[in-house]
């Protein structure tokens, strides 16, 4: 990936397979439980987010003591009943599967303030957001191993009968592979942003050619190169998949997914349409006023083929479970273990020491252990993390929390009692990820014994543009030298040395970590002397701005 001439010229890094993680997962299959290792640290009477956990003993495994029931409760308990006192969160549910059980399933706060209706992790909806991609991406990769797509790398326009893509950077068509993996290239512009309501007529799917068309964005980053993260590329593919099988998205997820796991409280919404009565109601708070309620967000029907789908953490268990055992297990398979493989393996990415995407999913390795995630973000937070070599997968939802935005404010009930002690800011996603990767497999290491120069990553980060159009300053990082051997990351650090131009955080990244904090980044130097930088867990990157 280089810079030239003020342009971007962002060239494809393929991650080769490594065979030992490769024979890792082979022998990992054959029990439903391997041999594990204490990697955690107490768990009895302390909160997680003030305890050093302990380096995982052998990387990449989870100690059977973490996965008990009653341990998995007093972790929750102490967690998330944390957050939920300090009212960064109005509600939340979580489950916990290993092998073929779900092994921990449970909620906190309520499902409706006003009537004092406990969340039920059975019962109580969330809006997932984009891990709705993983779910449609799941049928990708049945209709690969059906024969019904012929190779990720076809050309989209070959399954596509509403709508056809265009590529402005020449001959090569757009693929499959692609979009699947972010680097479609699309950029809302202005009126063509995907987010933009489509007049009043609220068209039901499926969706016409007409409205496709309307909400398209236009693709101005060469295809192919960059996965830079991409709802309206995610959305054409949920369109395919309808075009491909004559039937709604909606449609062919219940008679392929839900229907065969078991999951009768999940479905893919029309969210400008009212909520059901078991979606949970979000709320924020200020100290001394009673809770007030939140819009429930609407997205275009576009889009919300992106991140529309609602359901439960018991729900959810079923989903992570079958992606966990990859076709084994006495759970339904949804495929053959050789189509999760496809759908799992890190495809595409930044660099090759983050992350990368299989089809939808985030993958990277943690400690050793490969693991594949979702996030999604619609004023509800979700977070499905799979921990392939243990077979563990770990499910949070949450709503609400922090202090309200009047923008988003429903209503508000004087029948409530007053918010005593402080509000403390929402918890977010990223957050709860280093809550959860750090209980079960351990804090990222730190190697004392490298001595680097940290000046030379230091100064002003702008997220990479697309184009010469888009100007560079969203979502900007300043990096600086800590003065102790370490950097500073908007405020945050120490950042320790941990590997070749890799930076690991010295302590707990905050709960309330924003949208692309992270617990560990890495630098990539160009030809052209730009220096770019990655979050672990990326959705693009970041270039330094010119040094004066």
Not at 509 to 534: I, K, T
């Amino acid at each position: 990936m280089e810079i030239r001439e003020g342009r971007v010229i962002l060239t494809r890094i393929a991650k080769p397979d490594d065979p030992r993680t490769a024979l890792k997962r082979s022998a990992g299959r054959l029990s439903a439980i391997a041999v594990l290792v204490w990697c955690t640290g107490t768990l009895i009477a302390c909160d997680s987010r003030d305890q050093e956990p302990q380096a995982a003993a052998v990387t990449g495994r989870i100690a059977p003591e973490t996965l008990e029931p009653s341990n998995l409760e007093r972790w929750a308990d102490e967690t998330f009943g944390a957050l939920l006192e300090e009212h960064r969160i109005s509600a939340l549910a979580i489950s916990v599967t290993h092998g073929d059980e779900v092994v921990f399933k449970k909620g906190y706060g309520y499902h409706d303030n006003a009537t004092g209706r406990p969340i039920d992790p059975d019962v109580s909806r969330f809006r997932i957001g984009s891990l709705t991609k993983t779910f449609f991406g799941t049928a990708i990769a049945q209709l690969l191993a059906r024969g019904e797509i012929a190779s990720l790398d076809d050309p989209v326009n070959r399954y596509l009968t509403r709508i056809q893509l265009q590529n402005p950077f020449g001959d090569d068509e757009i693929t499959i592979r692609d979009m699947v993996t972010h680097q479609g290239g699309m950029v809302p512009r202005g009126s063509r942003s995907p987010f933009t309501s489509v007049g009043e007529e609220r068209p039901q799917p499926p969706l016409s050619a007409a409205v496709l068309e309307a909400n398209l964005p236009p693709v101005v980053r060469e295809p192919g190169t960059f996965s830079d993260y991409c709802n309206a590329c995610s959305a054409v593919m949920g369109f395919m998949v309808e075009d491909i099988t004559g039937r709604t998205l909606e449609e062919y997820l219940r008679e392929n997914v839900y229907e065969p796991l078991g999951m009768t409280h999940t479905t893919l919404v029309n969210s400008l349409q009212a909520p059901s009565a078991d979606v949970v109601t979000q709320y924020a708070f200020a100290t001394g006023e009673p809770p007030v309620a939140l819009v429930y967000p609407s997205l275009t029907p576009f889009i919300s083929y992106a991140g529309d789908i609602n359901s439960t953490a018991g729900d959810m268990a079923r989903f992570v479970r079958a992606h966990a055992l990859q076709g084994m297990g006495s759970t339904p398979a949804l495929m053959a273990p050789e189509s999760y493989e496809v759908m799992h393996r890190w495809d595409r990415g930044n660099h090759p020491d983050a992350s990368g995407f299989g089809i939808q999913f985030f993958r990277y390795d943690y400690n050793g252990e490969p693991v594949i995630e979702h996030y999604g973000s619609i004023r509800y937070r979700s977070l499905e993390i799979i921990m392939l070599d243990a077979q563990v997968g770990v499910f949070v939802t949450m709503a609400g929390g922090g202090e309200p935005n009047p923008d988003d404010v429903a209503a508000a009930d004087s029948s409530l009692e007053p918010i005593t002690g402080p509000v403390l800011a929402q918890a977010s996603h990223s957050g709860v990820r280093a809550l959860v990767l750090e209980h079960f497999l351990g804090r990222l290491p730190i190697d004392e014994s490298l001595e680097v120069d940290v000046r030379q990553y230091a100064g002003l980060y702008h997220r990479i543009p697309a184009d010469q159009a888009e100007t560079p300053g969203s979502g900007g990082r300043l990096v600086e030298d800590s003065g102790d051997g370490g950097l500073m990351i908007d405020g945050l650090g120490p950042y320790r040395p941990s590997g070749p131009d890799a930076f690991t955080l010295d302590g707990q990244l905050p709960v309330e970590a924003g949208f692309r904090d992270s617990n560990r980044y890495v630098f990539a130097r160009q030809s052209d002397g730009s220096m770019h930088m990655f979050a672990h867990v990326n959705a693009g990157g970041f270039v330094r701005a010119p040094r004066e």
